[in-house]
């Protein structure tokens, strides 16, 4: 496995582990998403057809759990970079479409492999007129070495949504950036649209 792999392979752990960024209107970041991190692993523990695989089990807990809680204008945005100021509004909601898919069928291949890892929130330092936030968590297994996890959130009127992940100081979006940029460069915005679409299309599996 090469070095890019394991981080993309960690990338996806860290999302798979990363719904429980939600509104924190009454309660703190940290135990909030301890309380529903907690809840994700119970559902892949406990269900037998999350943690056996099961293709539609899996998208459903992707979307009713993680999803809500991504900017996913924000990260593609962030991940095309000095690109998305070259594409139009029709082709701006094409690349967020197709991120968003692409990043759905990582998680939903790679959730039901979480159950085992254990994971800790550390308190967040913030004022009160923050708009922006870091909350950072320790991913732990038996005989792997620690995973430190940042979640970079902004907030949206009285919720946070997190932008960007990054794991062991490697941030999903600049991963996505360097691949983004190289097939723009060869065959322009409607390309990378059409990557991003084939890529899906030959993932896409049972729902």
Same mark, same amino acid.
């Given at each position: 496995?090469?070095?890019?792999?394991?981080?993309?392979?960690?990338?996806?752990?860290?999302?798979?582990?990363?719904?429980?960024?939600?509104?924190?209107?009454?309660?703190?970041?940290?135990?909030?998403?301890?309380?529903?991190?907690?809840?994700?692993?119970?559902?892949?523990?406990?269900?037998?057809?999350?943690?056996?695989?099961?293709?539609?089990?899996?998208?459903?807990?992707?979307?009713?759990?993680?999803?809500?809680? #991504? +900017?996913?204008?924000?990260?593609?945005?962030?991940? @095309?970079?000095?690109?998305? /100021?070259?594409? %139009?509004? &029709?082709? *701006?909601?094409?690349?967020?479409?197709?991120?968003?898919?692409?990043?759905?069928?990582?998680?939903?291949?790679?959730?039901?492999?979480?159950?085992?890892?254990?994971?800790?929130?550390?308190?967040?330092?913030?004022?009160?007129?923050?708009?922006?936030?870091?909350?950072?968590?320790?991913?732990?297994?038996?005989?792997?070495?620690?995973?430190?996890?940042?979640?970079?959130?902004?907030?949206?009127?009285?919720?946070?949504?997190? #932008? +960007?992940?990054?794991?062991?100081?490697?941030?999903? @979006?600049?991963?996505?950036? /360097?691949?983004? %940029?190289? &097939?723009? *460069?060869?065959?322009?915005?409607?390309?990378?649209?059409?990557?991003?679409?084939?890529?899906?299309?030959?993932?896409?599996?049972?729902?």
């Amino acid at each position: 496995m090469t070095n890019s792999s394991r981080i993309l392979m960690r990338l996806v752990l860290a999302l798979c582990l990363s719904s429980p960024v939600m509104a924190w209107a009454q309660v703190s970041p940290e135990s909030l998403a301890s309380n529903t991190t907690n809840e994700v692993l119970r559902i892949v523990r406990m269900d037998q057809e999350v943690k056996s695989g099961n293709p539609a089990k899996l998208h459903a807990l992707v979307e009713a759990k993680i999803l809500p809680h #991504f +900017d996913f204008e924000q990260m593609t945005r962030l991940a @095309v970079a000095r690109n998305w /100021n070259q594409a %139009n509004p &029709e082709q *701006r909601q094409a690349l967020v479409e197709q991120f968003r898919a692409m990043l759905v069928r990582t998680y939903a291949a790679s959730i039901s492999s979480v159950a085992d890892y254990r994971i800790q929130f550390r308190p967040v330092r913030m004022q009160p007129d923050d708009t922006e936030v870091v909350v950072s968590s320790e991913v732990t297994k038996p005989g792997v070495p620690p995973i430190i996890i940042d979640y970079r959130m902004a907030r949206q009127g009285d919720s946070w949504k997190v #932008f +960007d992940v990054l794991v062991d100081n490697v941030s999903l @979006v600049t991963v996505y950036r /360097n691949s983004f %940029n190289s &097939e723009v *460069r060869r065959s322009g915005i409607d390309g990378l649209i059409a990557s991003l679409a084939r890529r899906n299309q030959q993932n896409a599996g049972p729902r």
